[in-house]
Structure formats: structure tokens, C-alpha cells
């Protein structure tokens, strides 16, 4: 029998992933190695590969084993990653700004921090508060 949804609010296991690929010459501002982030959320025994791109949003359903080589794979491409507890936000409106793969990522992760708008931003923020 399948496993039941998770519930809005329930705490999951995510894999936040930093990349430092610039499509966009604007994005290469941004320090190396951290100019791009996304998530990979536990859901039952699923994995779901959440990525927001400026021009679309890409969302992957992934099998346990599959995931697990795909990390790898991202290791071997020299992605940083850091885990993370999802938590439920406060109930207060997030505070405003532009859509970014931060932004998205944040709102994913239950984090409600102005000042966190660029993935090494992100990356440090996770890195101090991780439990």
C-alpha cells in the first residue's frame, strides 16, 4: 500500500543544491559556485527534484534508488549541498521580493528571512541555522 501524503506543515528532509552555472550573463555577478539553487524534498519514499529557472519551473518526481545516483552525479559535478529540515513559516506574508531561485527555495524550506536574496546568502544562512 502506498504511503499517505505528506500534510501541509509536516516536516520533511530536503537537499538544498548550489551550483555555480550562469546562463545569464547578469547572473555571473554573483559569487562562483553559488549562482544557482534548488531542492530535492523527501515525500514518502519519493524524492521530488524542485527547480526554479528564470523561464520556467521544473519539477521531478525521482525513486529512491534513482536519487541517490543522481546525488552522486551531482557531487561528481561539484554542486554544494546542505540539508534541512522543512518547517512550517510563519503564518505572516513572506516578506516581498523579486521571484528568484532563493526566493522560490525559501519558500519551499519555510524560511521567512529578508535579507537572505542570493544563494550564498542561502547557503550561509542554512549553514548556521541547520539543526
Known amino acids: 500500500m502506498p504511503a499517505p501524503p505528506t500534510t501541509v506543515g509536516e516536516a520533511r528532509l530536503a537537499l538544498v543544491l548550489f551550483?555555480?552555472?550562469a546562463d545569464m550573463k547578469w547572473l555571473r555577478i554573483l559569487k562562483p559556485g553559488f549562482r544557482h539553487c534548488f531542492?530535492?524534498?523527501e515525500s514518502g519514499p519519493r524524492w521530488i527534484i524542485y527547480n526554479p529557472l528564470s523561464h520556467q519551473t521544473e519539477i521531478?518526481?525521482?525513486e529512491p534508488d534513482d536519487f541517490f545516483r543522481l546525488v552522486d552525479g551531482y557531487k561528481k559535478q561539484g554542486l554544494r549541498m546542505v540539508s534541512w529540515v522543512t518547517k512550517s513559516a510563519p503564518l505572516?506574508?513572506?516578506p516581498w521580493a523579486p521571484y528568484t531561485c532563493v526566493e522560490a527555495i525559501k519558500r519551499v524550506l519555510g524560511i521567512h528571512a529578508y535579507r537572505v536574496a542570493t544563494p550564498w546568502n542561502l547557503?550561509?544562512?542554512l549553514?548556521?541555522?541547520?539543526?
Do not use: R
Open 19 to 21: 551550483s555555480g552555472e
Open 39 to 41: 531542492t530535492a524534498i
Open 60 to 62: 521531478i518526481v525521482i
Open 92 to 94: 505572516n506574508p513572506a
Open 123 to 125: 547557503y550561509n544562512f
Open 127 to 131: 549553514k548556521k541555522y541547520n539543526d
